[in-house]
């Protein structure tokens, strides 16, 4: 069964998840010429946690596909990828349960990109991603009390397409890029972010 193993995922991983912070205002980071062709998310595989709300395959499909595309479509370069993602199980805190036991919430999903013009896929394994909600105040006791079903979805489905975007950085060439491009391009990002503030401000008047 699928469960135990995301059961123990949950618990070895639930202190190391930081909140997600919505950077999808911001320049996207850089993958050379990219630009999303297929979005494709398969649900056929799908198992949930006992303790959880209920989700069918379909509301899983629709809130990872919006994340990725919000993501990923941001790019407009010639290079065609598609991104393929199968949700492997979930937990969705449901209400109603003590603080103490409050469970969180979570989504395995495994991932593979594709190079469009030659059918290529580009990793030579599925890569298996576990994300929850993030560490605030609320997903500390557990957002069945706080959120919907369908913001815990789009939460999770937003941190699962960001930690897509962290593995297509750890793999660089697949875009023409090297890991030095990739490190010049968030320090130019990172100085831009830092004198944006300054840049904005009123002159002070004498």
């Known amino acids: 069964m699928f469960y135990p193993r995301l059961a123990a995922a949950l618990t070895a991983f639930a202190l190391l998840a930081g909140c997600a912070q919505n950077d999808l205002s911001e320049a ?64 969705l805190a449901p209400p109603g349960i003590p603080i103490v036991a409050a469970p969180k919430s979570v989504l395995v999903i495994t991932a593979n990109v594709f190079d469009d013009a030659t059918g290529k896929k580009l990793n030579e394994e599925g890569k298996q991603i576990t994300v929850f909600e993030g560490l605030s105040g609320e997903t500390m006791i557990g957002t069945g009390l706080t959120r919907s079903k369908q913001q815990q979805m789009e939460a999770l489905a937003f941190n699962a397409a960001k930690q897509i975007e962290s593995w297509f950085l750890t793999n660089p060439e697949w875009f023409g890029l090297t890991a030095e491009d990739v490190a010049n391009a968030r320090k130019a990002a990172q100085k831009a972010k830092a004198q944006a503030p300054a840049a904005a401000a009123p002159e002070e008047k004498i």
């Open 28 to 91: 996207p980071v850089p993958l050379g010429d990219f630009v999303l062709g297929l979005n494709i998310v398969v649900t056929d595989k799908m198992q949930k946690v006992p303790i959880s709300r209920d989700a069918t395959g379909a509301e899983w499909e629709a809130a990872v596909k919006t994340a990725i595309a919000n993501r990923f479509g941001r790019y407009e370069g010639s290079k065609i990828y598609n991104i393929g993602v199968s949700v492997d199980g979930f937990a």
